[in-house]
């Protein structure tokens, strides 16, 4: 079984920073792509930033230059550092992973999601 566990959503005000963290946890053989969606009140879910095993980042139009995703494979964690955010900025993240566990083939993991709020 492999969890995939988010922390780090809060209130924040505008322009201020927040780093979500997420962490794969169970029988993991090897993790892949790591990354960062969101979903907005109703709005569809959105890319944030994806990063591969290898360190590769890509990240949604609109959050360029003011958030930053790394991860840690030792940890089997990815991270979002979150700068100058802006009230458009609140949503539920959702971490995914593409992971493969023992003895199975890999596949797409998702988080419960955790609150972030942008607002003075």
């Known amino acids: 079984q492999v969890q995939l566990v988010e922390s780090g959503g809060d209130l924040v005000q505008p322009g201020g920073s927040l780093r979500l963290s997420c962490a794969a946890s169970?029988?993991?053989?090897?993790?892949?792509?790591m990354g960062w969606y969101r979903q907005a009140p109703g709005k569809q879910r959105e890319l944030v930033a994806t990063i591969t095993n290898g360190g590769s980042t890509n990240y949604g139009n609109s959050v360029q230059g003011r958030f930053t995703i790394s991860r840690d494979n030792a940890k089997n964690t990815v991270y979002l550092q979150m700068n100058s955010l802006k009230s458009e900025d609140t949503a539920v993240y959702y971490c995914n992973a593409r992971v493969q566990p023992n003895f199975e083939t890999a596949r797409d993991y998702w988080g419960q999601g955790t609150q972030v709020t942008v607002s003075s």
């Open positions: 169970g029988s993991i053989f090897r993790v892949y792509d």
